[in-house]
């Protein structure tokens, strides 16, 4: 070690650097060991947000009910419309082509409207379902763990 301690001038000084390069050896590898802590974290914080989240809009829980109500209603009514004039047109035969038309005109509307029917019934069954799988999975957390 003499010769390292007159080379570099003191062997705190090379104990420094020695520990500067192992801490950067390290740090250049991103282990498994790593990812899978990082990961928990990541998890973890996802659901913490999530539980919070669900605690924070508790006082809507009326108010996605009723928009729900609401547009499940108009978009049923929109399907009993179309799937009537579709009968009707096709109980015309030649005679219905205006209701066939009307049918048509109809059915386009509902194809739009449907992610829009389904984006609704996310925003009102998604608090509670997020909170139950929440839930299914502590439950199976802590069956692991024991």
Do not use: C
């Given at each position: 070690?003499?010769?390292?301690?007159r080379?570099?001038?003191?062997?705190?000084?090379?104990?420094?650097?020695?520990?500067?390069?192992?801490?950067?050896?390290?740090?250049?590898?991103?282990?498994?060991?790593?990812?899978?802590?990082?990961?928990?974290?990541?998890?973890?914080?996802?659901?913490?947000?999530?539980?919070?989240?669900?605690?924070?809009?508790?006082?809507?829980?009326?108010?996605?009910?009723?928009?729900?109500?609401?547009?499940?209603?108009?978009?049923?009514?929109?399907?009993?419309?179309?799937?009537?004039?579709?009968?009707?047109?096709?109980?015309?035969?030649?005679?219905?082509?205006?209701?066939?038309?009307?049918?048509?005109?109809?059915?386009?509307?509902?194809?739009?409207?449907?992610?829009?029917?389904?984006?609704?019934?996310?925003?009102?069954?998604?608090?509670n379902?997020?909170?139950?799988?929440?839930?299914?999975?502590r439950?199976?957390?802590?069956?692991?763990?024991?």
């Amino acid at each position: 070690m003499s010769f390292w301690s007159r080379l570099w001038g003191s062997e705190k000084a090379l104990e420094k650097g020695a520990d500067a390069l192992i801490k950067t050896g390290d740090a250049l590898f991103y282990t498994a060991e790593e990812k899978a802590q990082d990961s928990d974290q990541r998890n973890a914080q996802v659901r913490e947000f999530l539980l919070q989240w669900i605690k924070s809009t508790s006082g809507q829980n009326i108010a996605r009910r009723l928009i729900a109500i609401a547009f499940s209603a108009v978009y049923l009514l929109l399907v009993l419309l179309v799937a009537a004039l579709s009968i009707l047109a096709a109980l015309a035969g030649q005679d219905g082509n205006a209701l066939a038309a009307a049918a048509s005109a109809a059915w386009g509307l509902l194809v739009e409207i449907t992610s829009l029917q389904g984006l609704i019934m996310f925003f009102y069954f998604a608090p509670n379902k997020i909170g139950e799988a929440i839930a299914t999975f502590r439950g199976r957390v802590s069956a692991d763990k024991a």
